[in-house]
Protein backbone atom coordinates (compact mmCIF):
# COMPACT_ATOMS: atom_id res chain seq x y z
CA UNK A 1 0.00 0.00 0.00
CA UNK A 2 1.29 4.02 -0.82
CA UNK A 3 2.72 5.75 1.81
CA UNK A 4 0.47 8.51 2.62
CA UNK A 5 2.32 12.12 2.12
CA UNK A 6 2.88 13.80 5.35
CA UNK A 7 0.21 17.14 6.53
CA UNK A 8 2.83 19.48 5.13
CA UNK A 9 3.79 17.49 2.18
CA UNK A 10 -0.36 17.01 1.36
CA UNK A 11 -0.97 20.92 1.52
CA UNK A 12 2.58 21.42 -0.85
CA UNK A 13 0.96 19.13 -3.24
CA UNK A 14 -2.40 21.29 -2.98
CA UNK A 15 -0.31 24.28 -3.07
CA UNK A 16 1.35 23.15 -6.70
CA UNK A 17 -1.62 23.04 -8.13
CA UNK A 18 -1.83 26.55 -8.38
CA UNK A 19 0.56 25.96 -11.84
CA UNK A 20 -3.10 25.23 -13.62
CA UNK A 21 -5.18 28.14 -11.90
CA UNK A 22 -6.88 30.59 -14.54
CA UNK A 23 -4.74 33.18 -13.47
CA UNK A 24 -2.38 31.53 -16.12
CA UNK A 25 -5.01 31.52 -18.77
CA UNK A 26 -4.25 33.99 -22.14
CA UNK A 27 -7.30 35.68 -21.65
CA UNK A 28 -6.98 36.66 -18.25
CA UNK A 29 -3.31 37.64 -19.24
CA UNK A 30 -4.49 39.43 -21.18
CA UNK A 31 -6.82 41.05 -19.17
CA UNK A 32 -3.71 42.21 -17.09
CA UNK A 33 -1.67 43.41 -19.41
CA UNK A 34 -4.83 45.95 -20.37
CA UNK A 35 -4.94 43.85 -23.97
CA UNK A 36 -8.78 43.04 -23.44
CA UNK A 37 -11.27 45.23 -25.32
CA UNK A 38 -14.62 46.55 -23.63
CA UNK A 39 -16.49 44.06 -25.68
CA UNK A 40 -13.69 41.55 -23.99
CA UNK A 41 -13.95 42.46 -20.25
CA UNK A 42 -18.01 43.21 -20.68
CA UNK A 43 -18.13 39.40 -21.93
CA UNK A 44 -16.05 38.44 -19.17
CA UNK A 45 -18.06 40.32 -16.65
CA UNK A 46 -21.16 39.21 -17.92
CA UNK A 47 -20.45 35.33 -17.77
CA UNK A 48 -18.49 35.59 -14.72
CA UNK A 49 -22.22 36.52 -12.95
CA UNK A 50 -23.18 33.13 -13.68
CA UNK A 51 -20.11 32.02 -11.65
CA UNK A 52 -21.22 34.71 -8.67
CA UNK A 53 -24.45 33.60 -8.52
CA UNK A 54 -24.16 29.77 -8.79
CA UNK A 55 -21.52 29.96 -5.55
CA UNK A 56 -23.98 30.48 -3.05
CA UNK A 57 -26.51 27.67 -4.98
CA UNK A 58 -23.21 25.59 -4.45
CA UNK A 59 -22.59 26.36 -0.88
CA UNK A 60 -26.55 25.68 0.26
CA UNK A 61 -25.62 22.10 -1.40
CA UNK A 62 -22.69 21.38 0.28
CA UNK A 63 -24.77 22.04 3.63
CA UNK A 64 -28.02 20.19 2.83
CA UNK A 65 -24.97 17.53 2.70
CA UNK A 66 -23.73 17.93 5.91
CA UNK A 67 -24.86 16.72 9.42
CA UNK A 68 -22.34 18.71 11.22
CA UNK A 69 -23.73 21.69 12.85
CA UNK A 70 -20.12 23.33 13.83
CA UNK A 71 -19.14 23.11 10.16
CA UNK A 72 -22.44 24.52 8.84
CA UNK A 73 -22.14 27.73 11.08
CA UNK A 74 -19.24 28.18 10.10
CA UNK A 75 -19.91 27.55 5.93
CA UNK A 76 -23.30 29.97 6.28
CA UNK A 77 -20.73 32.85 6.24
CA UNK A 78 -20.19 31.84 2.53
CA UNK A 79 -23.53 32.46 1.73
CA UNK A 80 -24.27 35.69 3.51
CA UNK A 81 -20.59 37.02 1.67
CA UNK A 82 -22.78 36.25 -1.24
CA UNK A 83 -26.38 37.16 -0.96
CA UNK A 84 -25.12 40.37 1.46
CA UNK A 85 -26.70 40.44 5.06
CA UNK A 86 -27.08 43.22 8.08
CA UNK A 87 -25.26 42.65 9.75
CA UNK A 88 -22.04 42.08 7.58
CA UNK A 89 -19.11 44.83 8.00
CA UNK A 90 -18.55 44.84 3.85
CA UNK A 91 -20.63 47.45 1.52
CA UNK A 92 -22.41 44.96 -0.33
CA UNK A 93 -23.04 41.63 -0.53
CA UNK A 94 -21.24 40.29 -3.06
CA UNK A 95 -23.93 39.77 -5.78
CA UNK A 96 -24.64 43.29 -5.43
CA UNK A 97 -21.12 43.94 -5.47
CA UNK A 98 -20.98 41.90 -9.07
CA UNK A 99 -24.00 44.08 -10.38
CA UNK A 100 -21.99 47.34 -9.58
CA UNK A 101 -18.80 46.01 -11.53
CA UNK A 102 -21.41 44.93 -14.27
CA UNK A 103 -23.24 49.05 -14.19
CA UNK A 104 -19.76 50.44 -14.21
CA UNK A 105 -18.18 48.17 -16.84
CA UNK A 106 -21.27 49.68 -19.01
CA UNK A 107 -23.42 46.40 -18.72
CA UNK A 108 -27.31 46.95 -18.25
CA UNK A 109 -27.78 45.71 -14.96
CA UNK A 110 -31.52 43.50 -16.31
CA UNK A 111 -29.40 41.91 -18.76
CA UNK A 112 -26.98 40.54 -16.55
CA UNK A 113 -29.56 39.46 -14.24
CA UNK A 114 -31.31 37.65 -17.17
CA UNK A 115 -28.12 36.00 -18.06
CA UNK A 116 -28.48 37.12 -21.66
CA UNK A 117 -24.79 36.61 -22.59
CA UNK A 118 -24.30 33.92 -20.65
CA UNK A 119 -22.39 31.53 -23.31
CA UNK A 120 -23.48 27.72 -23.40
CA UNK A 121 -20.24 26.75 -22.41
CA UNK A 122 -19.85 28.79 -19.37
CA UNK A 123 -23.37 27.66 -18.20
CA UNK A 124 -22.22 23.64 -18.75
CA UNK A 125 -18.69 24.65 -16.66
CA UNK A 126 -20.24 26.23 -13.88
CA UNK A 127 -23.37 23.73 -13.58
CA UNK A 128 -20.55 20.75 -13.37
CA UNK A 129 -18.91 22.47 -9.79
CA UNK A 130 -22.73 22.87 -8.51
CA UNK A 131 -23.66 19.25 -9.47
CA UNK A 132 -20.54 17.99 -8.20
CA UNK A 133 -21.20 19.49 -4.80
CA UNK A 134 -25.03 18.58 -4.61
CA UNK A 135 -23.60 14.43 -4.73
CA UNK A 136 -20.21 14.45 -3.56
CA UNK A 137 -19.69 14.60 0.43
CA UNK A 138 -19.32 17.31 2.17
CA UNK A 139 -15.84 16.92 2.58
CA UNK A 140 -15.38 16.78 -1.37
CA UNK A 141 -17.02 19.94 -1.94
CA UNK A 142 -14.97 21.77 0.55
CA UNK A 143 -11.96 20.26 -1.36
CA UNK A 144 -13.43 21.23 -4.14
CA UNK A 145 -13.23 24.67 -3.07
CA UNK A 146 -9.72 24.92 -2.29
CA UNK A 147 -8.59 27.27 -5.63
CA UNK A 148 -10.00 29.83 -3.01
CA UNK A 149 -6.09 29.18 -2.24
CA UNK A 150 -4.72 30.84 -5.18
CA UNK A 151 -7.61 33.63 -5.70
CA UNK A 152 -6.50 36.08 -3.47
CA UNK A 153 -3.66 36.70 -5.68
CA UNK A 154 -6.15 36.88 -8.77
CA UNK A 155 -8.51 39.65 -7.07
CA UNK A 156 -5.24 41.30 -6.57
CA UNK A 157 -4.14 41.43 -9.63
CA UNK A 158 -7.42 42.98 -10.60
CA UNK A 159 -6.81 46.14 -8.13
CA UNK A 160 -3.32 46.49 -9.83
CA UNK A 161 -3.60 46.22 -13.36
CA UNK A 162 -7.40 47.75 -14.07
CA UNK A 163 -7.34 51.35 -12.63
CA UNK A 164 -4.28 51.55 -15.01
CA UNK A 165 -5.39 50.01 -18.16
CA UNK A 166 -8.98 50.33 -18.02
CA UNK A 167 -9.21 54.32 -17.13
CA UNK A 168 -12.69 53.86 -18.34
CA UNK A 169 -13.88 51.24 -15.63
CA UNK A 170 -15.40 53.31 -12.38
CA UNK A 171 -13.37 52.40 -9.44
CA UNK A 172 -16.35 51.75 -7.15
CA UNK A 173 -16.83 48.72 -9.81
CA UNK A 174 -14.01 47.26 -7.92
CA UNK A 175 -15.08 46.91 -5.02
CA UNK A 176 -15.92 43.31 -5.28
CA UNK A 177 -12.39 42.49 -5.57
CA UNK A 178 -11.27 44.41 -2.49
CA UNK A 179 -13.78 42.71 -0.34
CA UNK A 180 -13.06 39.04 -1.77
CA UNK A 181 -9.14 39.38 -0.57
CA UNK A 182 -10.27 38.85 3.42
CA UNK A 183 -13.07 36.49 2.33
CA UNK A 184 -11.25 33.98 0.46
CA UNK A 185 -8.17 33.87 2.57
CA UNK A 186 -10.74 33.23 5.93
CA UNK A 187 -13.10 30.26 3.75
CA UNK A 188 -10.02 29.16 2.56
CA UNK A 189 -8.09 28.31 5.97
CA UNK A 190 -11.92 26.52 6.67
CA UNK A 191 -11.63 24.71 3.48
CA UNK A 192 -8.11 23.65 3.95
CA UNK A 193 -8.25 22.38 7.40
CA UNK A 194 -11.16 19.95 6.50
CA UNK A 195 -9.06 19.15 3.55
CA UNK A 196 -5.69 17.58 5.39
CA UNK A 197 -7.98 16.22 8.16
CA UNK A 198 -10.64 14.23 6.44
CA UNK A 199 -8.22 12.67 3.16
CA UNK A 200 -5.63 11.08 5.17
CA UNK A 201 -5.01 7.61 2.89
CA UNK A 202 -2.70 7.94 -0.28
CA UNK A 203 -5.77 7.14 -2.38
CA UNK A 204 -7.71 9.94 -0.35
CA UNK A 205 -5.05 12.54 -0.63
CA UNK A 206 -4.66 11.68 -4.63
CA UNK A 207 -8.49 12.07 -4.92
CA UNK A 208 -8.21 15.32 -3.31
CA UNK A 209 -5.72 16.11 -5.58
CA UNK A 210 -7.74 14.99 -8.23
CA UNK A 211 -10.76 16.71 -6.86
CA UNK A 212 -8.80 20.16 -7.00
CA UNK A 213 -8.14 19.53 -10.41
CA UNK A 214 -11.67 19.32 -11.47
CA UNK A 215 -12.39 22.83 -10.56
CA UNK A 216 -9.30 24.05 -12.06
CA UNK A 217 -10.44 22.44 -15.27
CA UNK A 218 -13.78 24.18 -14.83
CA UNK A 219 -12.46 27.78 -14.21
CA UNK A 220 -10.23 27.04 -17.33
CA UNK A 221 -12.89 25.57 -19.82
CA UNK A 222 -14.92 29.12 -18.76
CA UNK A 223 -12.25 30.62 -19.83
CA UNK A 224 -12.24 28.76 -23.17
CA UNK A 225 -15.83 29.34 -23.71
CA UNK A 226 -15.15 32.87 -23.68
CA UNK A 227 -12.03 33.30 -25.17
CA UNK A 228 -13.65 30.94 -28.35
CA UNK A 229 -16.56 33.56 -28.37
CA UNK A 230 -15.03 36.61 -28.01
CA UNK A 231 -10.97 36.39 -28.92
CA UNK A 232 -11.46 33.79 -31.64
CA UNK A 233 -14.49 35.37 -32.83
CA UNK A 234 -15.94 31.55 -33.06
CA UNK A 235 -19.10 31.97 -30.78
CA UNK A 236 -21.97 29.39 -30.79
CA UNK A 237 -23.44 29.23 -34.14
CA UNK A 238 -20.69 31.30 -35.99
CA UNK A 239 -21.37 31.51 -39.44
CA UNK A 240 -25.91 30.57 -38.85
CA UNK A 241 -26.14 33.73 -36.92
CA UNK A 242 -25.04 36.84 -34.82
CA UNK A 243 -27.64 36.48 -32.65
CA UNK A 244 -27.70 35.17 -28.96
CA UNK A 245 -30.32 32.28 -29.89
CA UNK A 246 -28.44 30.00 -27.60
CA UNK A 247 -30.33 28.37 -24.33
CA UNK A 248 -30.97 30.26 -21.27
CA UNK A 249 -31.83 28.69 -17.75
CA UNK A 250 -34.18 25.77 -17.85
CA UNK A 251 -34.49 25.94 -14.32
CA UNK A 252 -36.65 29.03 -13.34
O1 LIG B 1 -12.21 35.89 -9.61
C1 LIG B 1 -11.76 34.76 -9.58
O2 LIG B 1 -10.93 34.35 -10.37
C2 LIG B 1 -12.34 33.85 -8.58
C3 LIG B 1 -11.98 32.53 -8.50
C4 LIG B 1 -12.58 31.71 -7.55
C5 LIG B 1 -12.10 30.35 -7.47
O3 LIG B 1 -10.87 30.17 -7.49
O4 LIG B 1 -12.89 29.43 -7.46
C6 LIG B 1 -13.60 32.25 -6.73
C7 LIG B 1 -13.85 33.62 -6.85
N1 LIG B 1 -13.25 34.39 -7.75
C8 LIG B 1 -14.80 34.26 -6.02
O5 LIG B 1 -14.98 35.47 -6.12
C9 LIG B 1 -15.56 33.52 -5.09
O6 LIG B 1 -16.38 34.07 -4.37
C10 LIG B 1 -15.33 32.13 -5.01
C11 LIG B 1 -15.94 31.14 -4.25
C12 LIG B 1 -15.36 29.98 -4.65
C13 LIG B 1 -15.67 28.61 -4.25
O7 LIG B 1 -15.18 27.70 -4.92
O8 LIG B 1 -16.45 28.42 -3.29
N2 LIG B 1 -14.41 30.22 -5.58
C14 LIG B 1 -14.37 31.53 -5.81
Known sequence: MAQPMTRDEFQQALLAKGQYYHIHHPFHQAMYAGKCTKAQIRAWVANRFY??????????????NCRDPEIRREWVQRILDHDGHKSLDCKWGGIEAWLRLAESVGLDRQEVLDEKWVLPGVRFAVDAYVNFARRATWQEAACSSLTELFAPEIHQSRLDSWPNHYAWIDPEGLTYFRQRLSQARRDVEHGLSITLDHFQTAEQQAQALNILQFKLDILWSLLDAISMAYEFERPPYVGIT??????HALDR
Open 242 to 247: DKPVWH
Open 51 to 64: YQTSIPVKDAAIMA
